[in-house]
């Protein structure tokens, strides 16, 4: 009830207000976080006509193109955001780790990351994402250092200790990889 208040609220505003980006961008998360994907490209891609530079709208456009499976418009969208902001850590973060996570473009995944980690080295999202590249890559221990960091800085992060876990095992370390795991 209070939900669909608000976003008849941010409506009418975003019609009376079109250029507004503070409400284009509350109303475009309602829209995602209820998984109407199409409409949230739509109105971020109208908020980006007004604002064609303006990286927090672009990257949220990545992020909504991915949720709705158009991962190559996505990947375009994130690297027009590094275009844009060449030290906007998140999107390096977001379009390097996509990257590894899929297991392509591994060499523009490990520069990227590596851009990242330079920008923000004590974040254990980014320091995560960089694991995670060594690890496909096959570089192990690489992969332990950089997700053992991680795992620290973020130790209930799932995703993060299941990396690790993973890059344990892989170095036949199956007591800590079965630690990791089951965490």
Known sequence: EKKSTAVNFLEDKARLFPKEIDIITYLASFYEEDHNFN?????????????????????????????????????????????????????????????????????????????????????????????????????????IRELEFSADKIPDNVTANYHLGMAYFKKGDKKSAKEKLKK
């Open 39 to 143: 409409k949230a490209i739509s109105l971020l891609k109208r908020g980006i006509e007004n604002s064609p530079q303006n990286t927090a709208l672009l990257f949220r456009l990545g992020i909504v193109q991915d949720k709705a499976g158009l991962r190559d418009q996505c990947f375009a969208t994130m690297k027009k955001v590094i275009r844009i902001d060449p030290e906007n850590a998140s999107a390096l973060n977001y379009l390097g780790y996509s990257y590894a996570d899929l297991g392509i473009r591994l060499d523009e995944a490990l520069t990227l990351l590596k851009k990242a980690w330079a920008l923000r080295p004590d974040d254990g999202y980014i320091t995560d994402s960089l694991g995670w590249v060594y690890y496909k890559m096959g570089l192990y221990d690489d992969a």
